[in-house]
């Protein structure tokens, strides 16, 4: 054969017939499961045709028009006004905010609590460590459910009835001795009562938190360029907090205090954080705390010694190594 011979055409492909579905093994698997699916939906359908007629027969329907019918029941924290005559349909939306208002909550808290068990595992202080290392154990040991409930009784019967309610903040002077209850309904506070001109507050935080952004990417770049560290901390709480303080003062504090008053076997007015709010945060926010814990230990302990040997010989403190230098790393680990 010729160097410069055309190479030989592949062999023309053959053309699909019916019989190649069940033939061709090409074709067989996929029309065995498209055969296996259709008889499954069949077999759906017939179940929930067979239900249909069976409601029918009794009279009944099957819609989504309960959604709609008053719910009948009461919610006893509830974040919108809600009441037993209110509809299915705005009880789930309760449902659905409460449970959104404890993972906000529970998230916040966890990662604190996490964090912060987490390096204390790693403490020289061997009894601190101990101490710590026995609470995770216990912790993660032991069902949530458990814990809620544990949690729930403690709070129940630990603190008093109404009418001998705690004033933790009695000592106060600006507070005052009948602002803040303790008592085994709850913590039973004044609610804020927004005035007008009150708008202004929310526009100052909006401005501290841009603010804030573009400091720390400032502060960021400044220290990449020439080594010089920022108080960034300081600095964004004082936009954050300092900055809506300020204009709250200076557009004539915009805001009433709608104060609770003992009025029968409970308190009326303010606002109140039950008990089962309470329990369902802490428990929640320890049980995770625990396991966060375990995550920020061996993401720091991934992070090789001589980081730290190296930031210590250049001067930096522990604190500063590990805020620095060992948890920028670790985040590469804890994160995911």
């Known amino acids: 054969m010729s160097a410069n011979a055309p190479p030989a055409s592949a062999p023309p492909s053959e053309p699909f017939r019916i019989s190649m579905l069940w033939q061709d093994s090409r074709y067989r698997g996929i029309t065995i499961q498209i055969l296996a699916l259709v008889a499954l939906m069949l ?16 009279g009944l329907e099957f819609s989504y028009g309960i959604l709609s019918s008053p719910s009948n029941y009461d919610i006893n924290q509830t974040l919108i006004e809600y009441d037993s005559r209110s509809s299915h349909w705005r009880a789930a939306l309760v449902g659905l905010i409460n449970t959104g208002l404890v993972a906000v909550c529970g998230v916040f808290a966890a990662t604190l609590i996490g964090f912060t068990a987490g390096v204390l595992r790693l403490s020289n202080n061997w009894l601190v460590e101990k101490v710590v290392y026995c609470w995770v154990e216990f912790t993660r040991n032991v069902p949530v459910l458990l814990q809620i409930l544990l949690m729930h009784g ?31 309904r709850g913590l039973t506070m004044p609610s804020p009562v927004p005035e007008a001109g009150f708008s202004w507050v929310w526009w100052a935080l909006l401005a501290g938190i841009i603010g804030t952004f573009l400091f720390r990417r400032y502060a960021r770049t400044l220290q990449a360029e020439t080594g010089r560290i920022l108080p960034v901390i300081w600095v964004s709480l004082g936009l954050i907090i300092g900055l809506p303080l300020l204009v709250y003062f200076i557009v004539g504090s915009p805001l009433g205090w709608d104060e609770p008053a003992m009025k029968g076997f409970n308190f009326q007015g303010g606002m109140t954080i039950r008990p089962e709010f309470m329990a369902l945060w802490l ?5 995770t705390g625990a396991f966060i814990s375990e995550i920020v230990r061996a993401g720091i302990l991934s992070i090789d010694h001589g980081q730290t040997e190296a930031a210590y010989a250049i001067g930096l403190k522990s604190s500063w190594t590990m805020r620095l230098v060992v948890l920028p790393q670790a985040m590469r680990v804890i994160i995911p």
């Open 283 to 287: 428990a929640l926010s320890l049980y």
């Open 43 to 58: 077999f759906i359908g017939f179940l929930v045709n067979n239900a249909l007629n069976n409601l029918k027969l009794l």
């Open 154 to 184: 403690i709070l129940i019967h630990t603190f008093p009835r109404p009418k001998q309610a705690l004033t933790p903040l009695a000592d106060v002077p600006l507070i005052g001795n009948d602002a803040i209850f303790l008592s085994n």
